[in-house]
């Protein structure tokens, strides 16, 4: 594997792009999906919501209508999810995000022969009540961008997917001390899951401000 040093705007620039070319068929002789599904899947210390949130105005501006839904929007109910202990990381690790929920409102309408008809969120954490959020209209040619950590693990139906890695070491040296009990769960993930060896673009954040793209050797 090769690894290319990258700025954040060109990494902005160079996933755009490939977006648009996966949004609109013009990187493959196939034909474009209805919607684009896009995962960009990493800890919250990789900051997977930051670099969606930052796709949507450049998308915009090339014409793709797009929605950005944060995992951590669809989160199960309190009770479940503190089901063994509110610091518990093998619940944080398999029962944390409503996957069924976020198939059922966005990924399953975003998808192929689906209504497009999608739920920005549906769980307040805050307040641990669903959050009555309006369903918004994908038209065709949108892409939905979905963001947060352990997504590539539970078999989610997604059309393009980018998983922003981090070494051990960087994890637990960027991590919140409150939030270090979550640790030991991207420890099984990176063992059980390895999404570095499947994801259509990895990207080093082992310093968020100086990325890397990871590349087969023989990428250009």
């Keep these: 594997m090769r690894i290319r040093p990258i700025s954040p705007d060109l990494l902005v620039t160079a996933l755009t792009a490939r977006l648009v070319d996966a949004a609109t068929g013009a990187a493959t002789a196939d034909p474009a999906p209805a919607r684009l599904r896009v995962a960009i899947d990493g800890p919250s210390a990789a900051g997977p919501d930051e670099l969606a949130a930052a796709l949507v105005d450049p998308l915009r501006a090339q014409g793709i209508p797009v929605l950005h839904v944060r995992a951590g929007d669809f989160l199960r109910p309190a009770s479940l999810r503190f089901e063994l202990g509110r610091t518990n990381p093998d619940s944080f690790y398999e029962a944390w995000v409503d996957e069924a929920g976020l198939r059922r409102e966005v990924l399953d309408p975003a998808g192929p022969g689906g209504t497009g008809r999608v739920l920005p969120s549906l769980w307040d954490a805050d307040t641990d009540r669903a959050s009555r959020a309006r369903y918004v209209d994908l038209p065709p040619g949108g892409v939905v961008l979905v963001s947060g950590p352990l997504l590539l693990g539970g078999g989610l139906p997604f059309d393009v997917t980018v998983h922003l890695e981090m070494s051990p ?36 954040v082992d310093d968020p401000r100086h990325p890397a793209l990871v590349e087969p050797a023989g990428d250009a």
Excluded at 179 to 200: I, N
């Design 169 to 204: 070491a960087a994890l637990r040296r960027r991590t919140e001390p409150a939030q270090a009990w979550v640790l030991p769960a991207f420890d099984r993930y990176a063992e059980e899951v390895v999404p570095a060896s499947f994801a259509d673009v990895v990207v080093r």
